[in-house]
């Protein structure tokens, strides 16, 4: 199964129709509603819709990933990466969302610069 994706709000904007325009799903989260949501708030719907989460927030999700596994709880996988220009940050996403799938994801944290 092909990964779905939630966009956190600190990543570009236009990120979700673009993958979506070559046929991904992908929603932010202001489309979900989900501004200023706590990042756990986040990954809850997140795991509601079974999506991963993709974020430039690097350290805090790392520790929201590690506070999740040491828990014993699942999530659909967590996508992180330094700030990028929006051009990179979508190639990348799209080669690994096409070489990963939801399964694959599943309690994973997954660096945005492994996939140049």
């Known amino acids: 199964m ?13 990120l979700d129709a673009a993958l979506r325009k070559i046929g991904f799903d992908a929603i932010t989260a202001y489309e979900a509603l989900r501004k200023r949501c706590t990042d756990l708030e986040q990954l809850e719907y997140a795991i509601s819709q079974e999506r991963a989460v ?5 350290e805090e999700w790392v520790k929201v990933n590690s506070k999740y596994i040491e828990l014993g709880r699942t999530h ?3 996508i992180v990466s330094k700030q ?6 979508f190639h ?20 945005l610069s492994n996939w140049r």
């Open 2 to 14: 092909k990964i779905k994706l939630f966009i956190d709000e600190d990543v570009h904007n236009e």
């Open 54 to 58: 993709m974020t430039f927030n690097v």
């Open 76 to 78: 659909y996988g967590i």
């Open 84 to 89: 990028l220009p929006f051009s990179p940050t």
């Open 92 to 111: 990348r996403l799209v080669k690994l969302m096409n070489s990963l799938t939801l399964e694959d994801m599943i309690n994973r944290l997954e660096y």
